[in-house]
């Protein structure tokens, strides 16, 4: 905060030294302007910057875990064939990516089981994902 002070102070004393004196000439007529006024803005720092790949690594994982529960619970949900090769490689995946949610919530139904925890699973590494990325941002 200092640093962006000092620096501030910095340009406006170069400004007011390189500037020189005139006399107001007469005032110009001003026409008002047709519509709004618009005011374009410097991009916030984090969009100026370029994306650090091994943030852009971290968001990728987290939503790639997110998306692999989420495919396998909408695949149970619409009882797709377990013999398919492609279903049985989603549900294969997503079982080991739901292995530490496992039994977070018991339930008689199999099915509702699997829904709960995949999806408490499905947001963890979602927001896991998030955090590392925001943490290896700069």
Known sequence: MAVHILRNR??????????????PAAPAPVAPAPGPTVVERRPRRW??????????????AGWAAALILVLGMLLT?????????????????????????????????????????????AVVYYLLGRVLSWLTRF
Do not use: C
């Not at 340009?11 to 004196?21: F, G, L, Q």
């Open 77 to 121: 949900w619409g009882g797709a064939n377990p013999a398919n090769t492609l279903v049985d490689a989603t549900l294969d995946a997503g079982s080991w990516l739901a292995t530490p949610f496992h039994d977070v919530f018991t339930r008689p139904e199999p099915d509702q089981q699997l829904y709960i925890n995949w999806s408490i699973a």
């Open 10 to 23: 910095r340009r406006a004393s170069t400004a007011a030294a390189t500037e020189t004196k005139v006399a």
């Open 47 to 60: 969009r100026r910057s370029r994306p650090n790949p091994i943030s852009m690594m971290f968001l990728a």
